[in-house]
Every structure is written in C-alpha cells, then in structure tokens.
C-alpha cells in the first residue's frame, strides 16, 4: 500500500511537470509571435466613429484610428486624425456618404488631394451661377478664378428702343469660382472663355438667370483690394449726357444773339410836345431800337 502511494505520488510529479513544461513553452511561442504581429500589423490608419453623410464638415469627435496590417492600409488613408479633418483649405467635406469605422480616404473627402468638387468651395447659403461670356463680357480674357468681379446688365426699357437704353448693377463684388470647366486659382494667363461660373446669393442667382434672357451681361474686373460698395446702380442714357459735359444754361443774350451783338446806338428822346402845322401833328412811335413818325390830322 505504502508503495502505490509512492509510485502514485511520483507520477503526479511527472505529469504536473510536464504539464508545467508545455504550458512554459506555449507561453514563450506566444510572447515570440507577438513582436511579429506587430510589426506586420500596427499601421495607424483614421476611420468614421459614426455614419457620416455627404457634406459633413470632419472633426476630430467623429473620426477615431484604427490598426490595420501594413499590407492591407487602403490607398489614400489618412494616419492622424488632424490630417483627416482639415485641409490647407480648411475643415474637410465628405463628397460622399461614409459608413461607421470605414476609413476616410482623399478621394471622398474635399481638400489637397482629393476630387476636385466645385460645391465643397462654396461658401454656406451661396450659389454657382454661370454666364455666357465673350472678349468683351469677359474683359478681355482677364478675369480668372479667385477674381471679384461686379456684374452689370445693360438692356432696353420700353420695346428695345435706344433711347431708353439703361445699364443697371445685378451683383457687386462677387467672387469667380471658374472659367469655362476650370478652377484653378493657380492660373495666371489670360484666355477668352465662353461661360464664367461666379459666387452670389440665391436671389442674385434668379436675376442672373433672368438677365441673360432680356440684355448682355457684361463684367468688371475689381482692384484686388477693393471691398467698397458702388455708388451708382442705375445708369440711364440721360446719365451718361449729363457725364459727357456741362448743359448749356439759357440766357437773355443767348435768346437773342443778333439784339446783343447789334452796335449800340444813341437813345432816342421821345419829345414831350412837338409843334406841328395847325392843321396836322406827328405822332412818334418807338419799338426797340426803330422810330417810326405817324402825321396825324387835326
């Protein structure tokens, strides 16, 4: 009895020690693989915390880091979350909708290096309206995107008759956000385009709009400076003469040049009485500068 227990008691031993021993080298392959993973797998890549809809302005309480492996990061991910969230622009816009824990990529958000998108420019409540433009409308080619420009409309007022021809002011100031299908502020040399894309209010987008159908639309190029409102915004014909030069103002001399520049003659003395024959008198009648004798009978 004494025996078994000893034999008993030894075999425990050996298996608790294997059991030891196998647990010692499965814990150390496990701490061997660990520096593996992460250098395979530890690459820092910015994702949506939440739904997030087309149009939404990122920020950081919306967007978390996830760890993905090196070779699975999506092309054009963001590694840091103020990367994601703003641009050299500004706070950065989802140009499509993106879904919880999806990762923001460049090319679905606004800002360097992402899809060029004319509405991610617009300032908030503002519109994109384009006009038709010529060498002239255009100013020569000058205007390019980034200028500001007043925007004018010259039309008849009654039945397209000349004389009631008028140019009246539609929007002031306003910002070009591009010429033909282009953009780029960058651009630096003049071309003649056929449509110019400007940034106006929704009601200055309507009398745009309007405009193009009953006159021409023509713009001016402002001073890049110059933030000054117009004093003007109506201009009729009857403008446009008073600007050209004085209005002759009428006078008594005026009225009468051939009186004014006649020699000046002696008064004529009207006589008191004037002795005539018993039998007839002289009657005098003067009219401006003329006497004239009437003989009157008695």
Same mark, same amino acid.
């Given at each position: 009895?004494?025996?078994?227990?000893?034999?008993?008691?030894?075999?425990?031993?050996?298996?608790?020690?294997?059991?030891?021993?196998?647990?010692?080298?499965?814990?150390?392959?496990? @701490?061997?693989?660990?520096?593996?993973?992460?250098?395979?797998?530890?690459?820092?890549?910015?994702?949506?915390?939440?739904?997030?809809?087309?149009?939404?302005?990122?920020?950081?309480?919306?967007?978390?880091?996830?760890?993905?492996?090196?070779?699975?990061?999506?092309?054009?991910?963001?590694?840091?979350?103020?990367?994601?969230?703003?641009?050299?622009?500004?706070?950065?816009?989802?140009?499509?909708?993106?879904?919880?824990?999806?990762?923001? $990529?460049?090319?679905?958000? +606004?800002?360097?290096?992402?899809?060029?998108?004319?509405?991610?420019?617009?300032?908030?409540?503002?519109?994109?309206?384009?006009?038709?433009?010529?060498?002239?409308?255009?100013?020569?080619?000058?205007?390019?995107?980034?200028?500001?420009?007043?925007?004018?409309?010259?039309? +008849?007022?009654?039945?397209?008759?000349?004389?009631?021809?008028?140019?009246?002011?539609?929007?002031?100031?306003?910002?070009?956000?591009?010429?033909?299908? +282009?953009?780029?502020?960058?651009?630096?040399?003049?071309?003649?385009?056929?449509?110019?894309?400007?940034?106006?209010?929704?009601?200055?987008?309507?009398?745009?709009?309007?405009?193009?159908?009953?006159?021409?639309?023509?713009?001016?190029? @402002?001073?890049?400076?110059?933030?000054?409102?117009?004093?003007?915004?109506?201009?009729? $014909?009857?403008?446009?003469?008073?600007?050209?030069?004085?209005?002759?103002? +009428?006078?008594?001399?005026?009225?009468?040049?051939?009186?004014?520049?006649?020699?000046?003659?002696?008064?004529?003395?009207?006589?008191?009485?004037?002795?005539?024959?018993?039998?007839?008198?002289?009657?005098?009648?003067? @009219?401006?500068?003329?006497?004239?004798?009437?003989?009157?009978?008695?």
């Amino acid at each position: 009895m004494q025996t078994k227990t000893i034999i008993s008691l030894g075999a425990a031993a050996v298996l608790g020690l294997g059991a030891v021993l196998a647990a010692r080298v499965y814990m150390s392959a496990g @701490r061997d693989d660990a520096p593996a993973l992460k250098e395979t797998g530890s690459t820092p890549v910015v994702v949506a915390s939440q739904p997030l809809a087309r149009g939404f302005k990122l920020q950081g309480a919306v967007l978390k880091v996830a760890h993905y492996p090196a070779d699975a990061v999506p092309q054009g991910a963001f590694r840091t979350i103020p990367e994601a969230a703003s641009g050299p622009g500004g706070a950065r816009i989802a140009l499509k909708d993106i879904a919880a824990n999806e990762p923001i $990529l460049a090319d679905r958000v +606004s800002g360097s290096g992402g899809r060029s998108n004319l509405a991610s420019s617009l300032g908030e409540g503002m519109r994109a309206v384009s006009l038709r433009a010529n060498d002239v409308a255009g100013v020569g080619g000058f205007v390019l995107p980034g200028d500001r420009v007043d925007v004018m409309l010259t039309r +008849s007022k009654d039945n397209n008759q000349p004389e009631t021809s008028l140019t009246q002011v539609l929007a002031e100031n306003v910002r070009v956000v591009g010429v033909d299908q +282009s953009d780029d502020q960058s651009a630096d040399k003049p071309v003649v385009v056929k449509a110019i894309t400007v940034e106006v209010t929704p009601d200055q987008a309507q009398a745009i709009t309007l405009a193009q159908a009953v006159g021409a639309l023509s713009l001016a190029l @402002r001073q890049i400076s110059d933030q000054s409102p117009l004093g003007r915004r109506t201009m009729t $014909l009857a403008d446009l003469s008073r600007g050209m030069g004085p209005t002759p103002v +009428s006078s008594p001399a005026a009225a009468a040049p051939v009186r004014a520049s006649a020699p000046r003659r002696p008064p004529v003395r009207r006589p008191a009485t004037t002795t005539m024959p018993p039998m007839s008198t002289e009657v005098r009648v003067t @009219r401006g500068v003329e006497t004239t004798g009437y003989r009157v009978g008695l």
